[in-house]
């Protein structure tokens, strides 16, 4: 069993920054591509962020230049560093990844349970 832990959301200002922690702990033999996704009240999920392995990265257009998305593979932890905050920006934010268990060898894509993360104008 693997567990996505995340960390580091809170109220902020508009034009403020917060860094959000994704943790994986458990079964973890490597983990593949890790993402952040968001869901605003009454909004579907969407996609924030994502970096594969090797670091490759993407991200949404409306997040394009003030969000980074990191990784430290050897902690099994994701990073997303939010600056130039917006009121727009205002949702709970939600931790992906792909691990390929130590017991199975299967690949399984797991989600966090979620951080809210409020911006005030």
């Known amino acids: 069993q693997v567990q996505l832990v995340e960390s580091g959301g809170g109220l902020v200002q508009a034009g403020g920054s917060l860094r959000l922690s994704c943790a994986a702990s458990g079964s973890i033999f490597s983990i593949n591509g890790m993402g952040w996704y968001r869901r605003a009240p009454g909004k579907q999920r969407e996609l924030v962020a994502t970096i594969t392995r090797g670091g490759v990265t993407d991200y949404a257009d409306s997040v394009k230049g003030r969000f980074t998305i990191s990784r430290d593979n050897a902690k099994n932890t994701a990073y997303l560093q939010m600056n130039s905050l917006k009121p727009e920006d205002t949702a709970v934010y939600y931790c992906?990844?792909?691990?390929?268990?130590?017991?199975?060898?299967?690949?399984?894509?797991?989600w966090g349970q979620g951080t809210q993360v409020a911006v005030s104008s």
């Open positions: 992906n990844a792909e691990v390929r268990s130590s017991i199975t060898y299967y690949s399984v894509g797991y």
